[in-house]
């Protein structure tokens, strides 16, 4: 739990320098994380404060600064090669950061 916290600290803080460095952008920044490190951040989005959500192949937690989604669908590669359910790729993490490096949910998970 601790070794994820500091993933999630570093992902979060990482996003904030991001932020810094576009302060002249008005409407801020949007980040969009996939991967393991989704994957780490969906399963860490536990507790009484995190909405849980489904529909439509897939799974939403929402934390106060960030949505994230997994896709429960059946899912193959390129090559026609099956996905299996534990694979990062499944994984998809969203957030806004403002001009004043806040962070806040986004359902905006293009890139």
């Known amino acids: 739990m601790k070794r994820t916290f500091t ?3 570093t992902i979060l803080l990482s996003m904030f320098l991001v932020n810094a460095a576009v ?25 009484g404060d995190v909405e849980q959500q489904g529909a439509a192949g897939h799974l939403f ?37 403002d001009k004043n490096g806040l962070a806040s949910k986004s359902t905006n998970f293009e890139s």
């Open 7 to 9: 993933r999630l600290t």
């Open 23 to 47: 302060a002249d952008n008005v409407t801020g920044t949007h980040v969009v994380i996939d991967g393991l490190q989704a994957k780490q951040i969906y399963n860490a989005l536990t507790g």
């Open 61 to 97: 937690r929402q934390g106060k600064s960030i949505t994230c989604r997994y896709t429960n669908a059946d899912m193959s590669d390129n090559a026609g090669k099956t996905i299996t359910r534990e694979d990062p790729t499944r994984y998809l993490c969203a957030a806004q950061i």
